[in-house]
T-cell receptor, first 114, second 112 residues
Framework: GESVGLHLPTLSVQEGDNSIINCAYS??????FIWYKQESGKGPQFIID?????DKRQGQRVTVLLNKTVKHLSLQIAATQPGDSAVYFC?????????????FGPGTRLSVLP | NAGVTQTPKFQVLKTGQSMTLQCAQD?????MSWYRQDPGMGLRLIHY???????DQGEVPNGYNVSRSTTEDFPLRLLSAAPSQTSVYFC???????????FGEGSRLTVL
């Protein structure tokens, strides 16, 4: 999640299947964890967030799971569609006296196969 | 609302030239920030601001200046461009305390 790498992890799933995108984080001080979706040539777009005192949150076709014990975050996409093909970033956010501090992971490229 | 607007979308500079990337938001957000995105590196924070007149450095601030004279605008200045600053730059804003960043469409900068 917050590690740095030259190669973008890739996940390929069949259309209609469920997708699970994983993220490991190192900063336990994060108040929120957030998932963003970035389509080619566009800016990242907010998908869903979860407070650090929660372990699960559901949205429309998406579920975020947070395991603080192993510092792991996952995004589950139900019934994956071609429009879900994008790069997905996890981010941690914590607040201090100076405002918010966001730290992004390197991203995972999701490819949806017909 | 237009959201977050960045200009220009594309720019080519020669080493040593200066330029300003513009960012404007019309959502009355207190928090604004600049990120650069390089292949396989995710988004790295350059500078951020929590309100007019208040700015602070992020993870990779060297070679960049910012100012926040109004709530709406947060320009990013490159004083003397270097090839290492070739990247895609994103401006983002949010309400204070929110985890939902609103991003612009990006500015692709190439320094020769």
């Amino acid at each position: 999640g917050e590690s740095v790498g030259l190669h973008l992890p890739t996940l390929s799933v069949q259309e209609g299947d469920n997708s699970i995108i994983n993220c490991a984080y190192s900063n336990s001080a994060s108040d929120y964890f957030i998932w963003y979706k970035q389509e080619s040539g566009k800016g990242p777009q907010f998908i869903i967030d979860i407070r650090s005192n929660m372990d699960k949150r559901q949205g429309q076709r998406v579920t975020v799971l947070l395991n603080k014990t192993v510092k792991h975050l996952s995004l589950q996409i139900a019934a994956t569609q071609p429009g879900d093909s994008a790069v997905y970033f996890c981010a941690g956010m914590h607040r201090d006296n100076y405002g918010q501090n966001f730290v992004f992971g390197p991203g995972t490229r999701l490819s949806v196969l017909p | 609302n237009a959201g977050v607007t960045q200009t220009p979308k594309f720019q080519v500079l020669k080493t040593g030239q200066s330029m300003t990337l513009q960012c404007a938001q019309d959502m009355n957000h207190e928090y604004m920030s600049w990120y650069r995105q390089d292949p396989g590196m995710g988004l790295r924070l350059i500078h951020y601001s929590v309100g007019a007149g208040i700015t602070d450095q992020g993870e990779v601030p060297n070679g960049y200046n910012v100012s926040r004279s109004t709530t709406e605008d947060f320009p990013l200045r490159l004083l003397s461009a270097a090839p290492s600053q070739t990247s895609v730059y994103f401006c983002a804003s949010t309400h204070d305390g929110s985890g939902e960043l609103f991003f612009g469409e990006g500015s692709r900068l190439t320094v020769l």
